[in-house]
Nanobody, 125 residues
Framework: QVQLVESGGGLVQPGDSLRLSCAAS????????IGWIRQAPGKEREGVSC????????YYADSVKGRFTISRDNAKNTWYLQMNSLKPEDTAIYYC??????????????????WGQGTQVTVAS
């Protein structure tokens, strides 16, 4: 049974940093594209960042480029989203996701089969 469990969300001030983690069980991370998708209040879901299983290529939404970094630790079956210089507009529920698909399918078309339960990130002064 595939299970994804996020952690690391919270309430921070603008300019602060957070690191989200997603621990996977029930499958081996090596063959999966993984990523982070968020949903802000009243807005549609948005692919934040994804990393390919095939060549390690990455995708970042324009709104987070230069501030967020995605990484994966296949040995721990875990991936991360390091979020720096957080802004109020980053406030959202952040979901980790995994599937055997392209970065485009995951982060643009938002089609992954496996999702975490979501973790709230709130950026406010």
């Amino acid at each position: 049974q595939v299970q994804l469990v996020e952690s690391g969300g919270g309430l921070v001030q603008p300019g602060d940093s957070l690191r989200l983690s997603c621990a996977a069980s029930g499958f081996t991370l090596d063959d999966y594209t993984i990523g982070w998708i968020r949903q802000a209040p009243g807005k549609e879901r948005e692919g934040v960042s994804c990393i390919s299983s095939s060549d390690g290529s990455t995708y970042y939404a324009d709104s987070v480029k230069g501030r967020f970094t995605i990484s994966r630790d296949n040995a721990k079956n875990t991936w991360y989203l390091q979020m720096n210089s957080l802004k109020p507009e980053d406030t959202a529920i952040y979901y980790c996701a995994a599937d055997k698909m392209t970065i485009r399918a995951m982060c643009i078309s938002l089609l992954p089969s496996h999702w975490g339960q979501g973790t709230q990130v709130t950026v406010a002064s």
